[in-house]
């Protein structure tokens, strides 16, 4: 079965960088969109990276310039740079993805709706969230 793994979350002082990291397992050469999405207590979640399976991003505006979103293929990984991180990015961060459900080659694939992510659209799969405090 579909599993993700994250990885990294800490508390740091404002300022500060972290890299957090998503283990994939449960499928291969089925990877298609992935990301990383983040709640805080009384708040709505919201989608703060994505990246495409060509390495094509997407931020929301509150990280960008900050966060780098980047994935391994090779070893279904995916990876959130943080730098610069403020207070108000203390949340539960999550890795998120979907499956390609095509029988055809990946080649052939259309793009995945990775923009999305950041505008709303809910992935297949999600994993248990890794926890990040800015004081």
């Known amino acids: 079965h579909v599993q993700l793994v994250e990885s990294g979350g800490a508390s740091v002082q404002a300022g500060g960088s972290l890299r957090l990291s998503c283990a994939a397992s449960?499928?291969?050469?089925?990877?298609?969109?992935m990301g990383w999405f983040r709640q805080a207590p009384g708040k709505e979640r919201e989608g703060v990276a994505a990246?495409?399976?060509?390495?094509?991003?997407a931020y929301a505006d509150s990280v960008k310039g900050r966060f780098t979103v980047s994935r391994d293929n090779a070893k279904n990984n995916l990876y959130l740079i943080m730098n610069n991180l403020k207070p108000d990015d203390t949340a539960m961060y999550y890795c998120?993805?979907?499956?390609?459900?095509?029988?055809?080659?990946?080649?052939?694939?259309?793009?995945?709706?990775?923009?999305?992510?950041?505008?709303?659209?809910?992935?297949?799969?999600w994993g248990q969230g890794t926890q990040v405090t800015v004081s």
């Open positions: 998120a993805a979907d499956i390609a459900h095509f029988s055809s080659p990946a080649a052939e694939w259309p793009e995945c709706p990775f923009k999305d992510y950041i505008k709303g659209r809910t992935p297949e799969y």
């Open positions: 449960g499928y291969t050469h089925k990877s298609y969109c």
């Open positions: 990246i495409s399976v060509d390495g094509s991003t």
